[in-house]
């Protein structure tokens, strides 16, 4: 079993900036890449960001690129969502999650967190 925790959600102006954590435990498989999805009030939960556990290749959605950076400390099994620049369209819960290798499809990711709530809004 894979257990997930994120946390560092919170209220913040646009423009500004937080830094999201997951942290990761449990039976990691080498080949499970960790995922930042996030879903907005009436709208589908989408992949945000995401990074292999293996050779560290990022993925971002086009809508966060440029201002979200995704790193990981694979001696704690964390990994960190650093957002800049940040817009009331970012307003979500970001879930962390774990199961796969890289992908942008939500429902193939198999161990979620519970989630924190980001909200941008002056």
């Known amino acids: 079993q894979v257990q997930i925790v994120e946390s560092g959600g919170g209220l913040v102006q646009p423009g500004g900036s937080l830094r999201l954590t997951c942290a990761a435990s449990?039976?990691?498989?080498?080949?499970?890449?960790i995922v930042w999805l996030r879903q907005a009030p009436g709208k589908e939960r989408e992949v945000v960001s995401c990074?292999?556990?293996?050779?560290?290749?990022?993925y971002y959605a086009l809508s966060v690129e440029g201002r979200f950076t995704i790193s990981k400390d694979n001696a704690k099994d964390m990994v960190y969502l650093q957002m800049n620049s940040l817009n009331p369209e970012d307003t979500a819960v970001y879930y962390c999650?774990?199961?796969?290798?890289?992908?942008?499809?939500?429902?193939?990711?198999?161990?979620w967190g519970q989630g924190t709530q980001v909200t941008v809004s002056s």
């Open positions: 449990g039976l990691l498989l080498d080949y499970y890449a």
């Open positions: 999650a774990t199961g796969r290798p890289c992908g942008f499809e939500p429902d193939e990711y198999d161990y």
């Open positions: 990074i292999s556990r293996r050779d560290g290749s990022t």
